[in-house]
């Protein structure tokens, strides 16, 4: 998992100039939905409100490198290898998306505006959840780009 301010995305290969354009140039104003940017390579933007931490689930993907970045608010977003992690629901190959059960520990970072997490197929991530005592609501933008 890469965690970093958003002007370092440039250094990283995996992000092409397409993707580097439509992240430039979103903002909190942008609307919700889906947004093709290139071959192999998508975006949804969404609003919703935070979690406790007990009703988030780990998860990952096989297919798809997650880019999230928070457009407006704060969430905390838990990380750790898919190895150190025991399966909850079976991979769901047309969702590309394994759960995982909630370990007793994990990584953690908080997502807000001006920064992104990078996250890889090893990488499970557990988002969504509240970065406080009390639920937020968040605009944020997931990009999914082809793993090779």
Do not use: W
Request: with cysteine; hydrophobic share 40%; glycine share 2%.
């Amino acid at each position: 998992m890469i965690f970093d301010k958003i002007e370092k995305l440039r250094q990283y290969d995996v992000v092409s100039d397409k993707v580097l354009n439509f992240l430039f140039n979103i903002d909190e104003n942008t609307q919700e939905g889906h947004y093709e940017i290139e071959d192999g390579v998508f975006a949804n933007v969404d609003v919703y409100d935070t979690k406790s931490h007990e009703n988030c689930f780990p998860e990952a993907h096989k297919r798809y490198i997650d880019i999230q970045i928070l457009l407006s608010g704060e969430e905390r977003l838990d990380f750790a290898n898919v190895s150190e992690l025991s399966i909850k629901d079976e991979y769901d190959e047309e969702r590309d998306v394994v759960f995982f059960n909630i370990p007793d520990r994990m990584n953690t970072v908080y997502l807000k505006s001006g920064y992104f997490a990078m996250l890889f197929p090893h990488d499970a991530h557990r988002p969504q959840m509240n970065s406080a005592a009390t639920s937020q609501t968040v605009k944020k933008v997931v990009v999914k780009i082809l793993a090779n």
